[in-house]
């Protein structure tokens, strides 16, 4: 059964750091696409970072290049995405994606807020 539970989220000042979590089961990273996306109030759903397994390319959305890193530890089953100098308009409920090889079937975790405001 595949399972996607992200943690990390919460609140932080502008310019502050955060790292998200996404702790998965029932696959293997090694299988998969994998993404994390973003969701603010009253706007559609976006996609933030992609990674294509571990030591796979990466690639960001502009807005948040330069400033995120997304990550695997294959080891821990785990996905991070590393937030730094954050902005208010990055905030957001925040979700892991998996896209799982070779039938591409989807799945995403729960969601975790993220609030950056002073």
């Known amino acids: 059964q595949v399972q996607l539970v992200e943690s990390g989220g919460g609140l932080v000042q502008p310019g502050g750091s955060l790292k998200l979590s996404c702790a998965v089961s029932g696959f293997t990273f090694s299988r998969a696409i994998m993404r994390w996306h973003r969701q603010a109030p009253g706007k559609e759903r976006e996609l933030v970072a992609t990674?294509?397994?571990?030591?796979?390319?990466?690639s960001y959305s502009d807005s948040v290049k330069g400033r995120f890193t997304i990550s695997i530890d294959n080891g821990k089953n785990t996905m991070y995405l590393q937030m730094n100098s954050l902005k208010p308009e990055d905030t957001a409920v925040y979700y892991c994606h998996a896209q799982i090889l070779p039938r591409s079937d989807r799945y995403w975790g729960q969601g975790t807020q993220v609030t950056v405001s002073s």
């Open positions: 990674i294509t397994g571990p030591g796979g390319s990466r």
